[in-house]
């Protein structure tokens, strides 16, 4: 049989904890050692070689925030025009000058999918800015019923004159 400690006997603690102690970085600067060590020579380039990577990489990062921003406002103004052009597109044969659309019109903040009905909109509100039907006859340039004179208005007042006897 095999012998039991007595119960008076408590199991051996462990040794106390000591506290996790993270290892120290390199310091940015190396202790100071005479200047013709070797050792400390190749100690004082690398670390201005790690502050000049590290000087180099924030301005690249930098260079590329600014890069980023310059192409996404260039970006945003091509998409505004792009909406413009095609809201223009969508007024050819409905506005007199389809460039009119862009002034009346918030273009930016209408769906193209909705644009005819916002130039319809305008219409209704600005006859005026519409196309002109080309069937329709200038005011003045009615011939009631006749042909329509081509010749000038001299001349004809002329030969009117001279069918009077008048002349």
């Known amino acids: 049989m095999a012998e039991q400690a007595p119960p008076s006997e408590a199991p051996p603690e462990p040794p106390p904890e000591q506290p996790e ?7 940015e600067q190396p202790p100071e050692q005479p200047e013709g060590d070797p050792a400390h020579k190749a100690r004082r380039e690398a670390a201005d070689l790690r502050a000049k990577l590290k000087a ?25 025009q792009i909406a413009e ?49 080309e069937r ?6 009615q011939a009631n019923g006749r042909e329509p004179s081509t010749q000038s208005a001299s001349n004809w007042l002329r030969d009117a004159i001279i069918a009077k006897g008048g002349g």
């Not at 102690?21 to 390199?26: G, N, R, V, W």
């Not at 769906?111 to 519409?130: D, F, S, W």
């Open 21 to 27: 102690t993270l290892p120290e970085a390199p310091p």
């Open 56 to 80: 180099e990489r924030e301005g690249r990062e930098a260079a590329i925030g600014e890069a980023t921003r310059e192409l996404t406002d260039r970006i945003t103004d091509l998409e505004g």
């Open 136 to 141: 329709a006859v200038p005011q003045g340039a």
């Open 85 to 133: 052009r095609d809201a223009q597109l969508s007024a050819v044969g409905k506005l007199r000058n389809p460039a009119d659309v862009t002034r009346f019109i918030d273009v930016a903040a209408t769906p193209p999918e909705q644009m005819a009905e916002a130039i319809a909109a305008l219409l209704k509100e600005r006859p005026y800015l519409g196309v002109v039907d």
